[in-house]
């Protein structure tokens, strides 16, 4: 089966635009995590989430960063009023849960700010 | 929170060398230790994983070592060859919740 996909896998934005990167997890996979990685940097942990359970939002880095995941499935991440620091690759990841397993990491999306 | 800690940040070995790379963490309740490779370019790649209630895996060359009591666990690669340059992330997570990962160990096998 297909694993985890992002798109888009490159997204060039101005300073203040909004932008919507896209996370679709492997089927079945309950668990969602979207994850940013600056340039050689390590992965810093932005939102989880486990099934119909509140996501844990303790990572978002400000309130211009939100995310949903809809039926599920397939989790979008926006960020408002973009700035030059949010400049990264950003990757989601996804594994079958609580029961335990493997995190499976997309592509990543690379956002440049300009 | 939990914090991880990784040491070298970047590491040099001689092709057929062992590399060792350290991870202390900090929240006791963690009881997962995943360790990932990440080539540059491409996503991290679960290489070994660790569950609280064993001291020590083994994965052909690759081995990790867990110390409970002292927080800090460890990658061990024997017999290194150059595909095994890449940048290796260790992490740490309390029933698979959130993970906290380690700054990264930028690995160079030289030929």
């Known amino acids: 089966g297909a694993g985890v996909s992002q798109s888009p896998s490159n997204k060039v934005t101005e300073k203040g635009k909004d932008v919507e990167l896209r996370c679709d997890p492997i089927s079945g996979h309950t668990a969602l995590y979207w994850y940013r990685q600056s340039l050689g940097q390590g992965l810093e942990f932005l939102i989880y989430f486990q099934g119909n359970s509140a996501p844990d939002k303790s990572g978002l880095p400000s309130d211009r960063f939100s995310a949903e995941r809809t039926g599920g499935s397939v989790s979008t991440l926006t960020i408002q009023r973009t700035q030059q620091e949010d400049s990264a690759v950003y990757l989601c990841?996804?594994?079958?849960?609580?029961?335990?397993?493997?995190?499976?990491f997309g592509p990543g999306t690379r956002l440049t700010v300009l | 929170g939990e914090n991880v800690e990784q040491h070298p940040s970047t590491l040099s070995v001689q092709e057929g060398d062992s590399a060792v790379i350290k991870c202390t963490y900090s929240?006791?309740?963690?009881?997962?230790f995943p360790w990932y490779k990440q080539e540059l370019g491409k996503r991290p790649q679960l290489i070994i994983d660790?569950?609280?209630?064993?001291g020590e895996k083994k994965d052909q060359r690759i081995a990790v070592t867990l110390n409970k009591t002292a927080k800090h666990f460890s990658l061990h690669i024997t017999e290194t060859q150059p595909e095994d340059s890449a940048v290796y992330f260790c992490?740490?997570?309390?029933?698979?919740?959130?993970?906290?990962f380690g700054s990264g160990t930028k690995l160079n096998v030289k030929p």
């Open positions: 660790i569950r609280s209630n064993v």
């Open positions: 992490a740490a997570s309390y029933n698979f919740n959130k993970f906290y």
């Open positions: 929240d006791s309740a963690s009881n997962y």
């Open positions: 990841a996804s594994s079958p849960g609580l029961a335990g397993g493997e995190q499976f």
